[in-house]
C-alpha cells in the first residue's frame, strides 16, 4: 500500500475548529471603527477650535 495516502488530507473532511458568526464580526468591526472614528474626528475638532 502507498503510505502517500495517508499523508494527504481530504479537505472535505475538514472539521471548522472555530466556528465564527461573520456577520457579528463584520458588525462589530464596522461599529468599532465608526467609534473610533467618530472620536478622532471631535478630538481633531477641538484641537482646531482651541487653536483658532
Known amino acids: ?3 502517500t ?3 494527504v ?3 472535505r473532511a475538514h472539521v471548522n475548529e472555530e466556528p465564527r458568526d461573520d ?3 463584520v ?3 464596522f461599529g468599532g471603527m465608526l ?3 467618530t472620536i478622532v474626528f471631535f ?3 477641538i484641537i482646531k477650535f482651541v487653536q483658532s
Open 1 to 3: 500500500m502507498n503510505n
Open 5 to 7: 495516502q495517508y499523508a
Open 9 to 11: 488530507e481530504d479537505p
Open 23 to 25: 456577520l457579528k464580526d
Open 27 to 29: 458588525v462589530f468591526g
Open 35 to 37: 467609534g473610533f472614528m
Open 43 to 45: 478630538g481633531m475638532v
